[in-house]
């Protein structure tokens, strides 16, 4: 078995893909690193290359190898040279479900969640309805022809894409004008809306153990410097605040690693994920579930993961052991 970094991909959030593969990398060493750049050519890529690639998160990756093929093609290589899969991947193909079904139908193992549960929770109005149904509270959603009606009701809403992450084209809608760069955005990607909640924003990863059972790791709370925790106040901006674990009350902190439980089983994820909130006068809301949320040295997951005492790289193991574990039934 040889493990394999895939790291990059089409979409926007291939940056931040790059600053996980570097944590990754720091993590499995042995590992080999396999670039998916965004002409959807997959490329090896090496060591020297990828860690001194500085300032990840504005910068685009070049591996200036040649190329392994399409990822069809790198995938057939995979199955054929018996490769586990390490995801360092995020949004898009990677993460809508479209990535692991590929993978599923060679056999190739790989880590986090299957393809029908990552499709299912990268669809924010979808992964919403999912987790109504485990009884947790989420924002009502607005219509697009009902958007001045309801900011007339509200005072205040928020809109972001339904299928997008690293809070990329996070929309505040704070004045009339806002209205405008809503519906210019909904033109051309679908767009949810719903009224914006006050409270402290706060996110809980969800951890499965090798026999299966799964834990939530502690909650984390969020203080963006400007306060809007967008993709500059998640990757660049050196005044947010993230506080593992977080300072609210015993019984809400309970609460959210409860919620962020019930979200996992909701959406049949594997191996690992993490559920945002907006812990409101209401208590917890939830926003929407990652199930290959950021791994970079400055995410929430591994942050959560050292407050839990597990060290980055057995955690990383033992998802290689579940992946080839789940492949392998």
């Known amino acids: 078995m040889r493990i394999t970094i895939l790291f990059g991909g089409t979409n926007k959030e291939r940056l931040v893909s790059v600053a996980s593969a570097q944590a990754l990398h720091a993590a499995l060493p042995e590992a080999d690193l396999w670039f998916w750049d965004v002409d959807d050519t997959v490329h090896e890529a090496s060591s020297e290359a990828l860690l001194k690639h500085s ?20 995938l057939d290589r995979a199955r054929g040279e018996d ?39 990268f669809d924010k109005v979808a992964a919403k309805r999912f987790a109504a149904i485990a009884g947790i509270m989420a924002p009502a959603g607005v219509a697009l022809e009902d958007l001045d ?64 059972s799964l834990i939530a790791l502690p909650p984390v709370e969020i203080i963006p410097a400007e306060g809007a925790f967008d993709y500059e106040a998640k990757y660049i901006a050196k005044a947010t605040q993230e506080i593992c674990p977080a300072r609210f009350a015993a019984d809400v902190n309970a609460r959210i690693m409860d919620l962020a439980l019930r979200a996992h089983k909701a959406l049949s994820c594997g191996g690992y994920s993490r559920t945002d909130f907006v812990v409101s006068d209401k208590g917890p809301i939830y926003l929407e579930t990652n199930t290959l949320p950021g791994l970079t040295k400055a995410s929430l997951y591994p942050k959560a993961l050292k407050a839990q005492g597990i060290e980055f790289a057995d955690f990383l193991h033992h998802q290689i052991a579940l992946a080839n574990k789940r492949m392998h039934k």
């Open 149 to 212: 009606t309801a900011f007339a009701e509200y005072g205040r809403l928020i809109a972001k894409p339904v299928r997008d992450g690293s809070s990329y084209g996070l929309i505040f809608v704070n004045a009339k004008q806002d209205l405008v760069a809503v519906r210019r955005a909904a033109k051309t990607e679908e767009y949810v809306i719903e009224p914006f909640i006050a409270g402290q924003e706060a996110t809980c990863g969800v951890l499965e153990r090798l026999d299966g």
């Open 83 to 121: 490769r586990v899969l390490v995801l360092g991947l995020h949004g898009g193909t990677a993460e809508n479900g479209e990535l692991q079904a590929m993978c599923e139908l060679r056999g190739i193992p790989f880590t986090g969640s299957g393809s029908a549960s990552s499709h299912l929770a």
């Open 55 to 74: 300032r990840p998160f504005e910068h685009p990756f070049r591996s200036g190898t040649p190329s392994l093929g399409k990822i069809e093609q790198a």
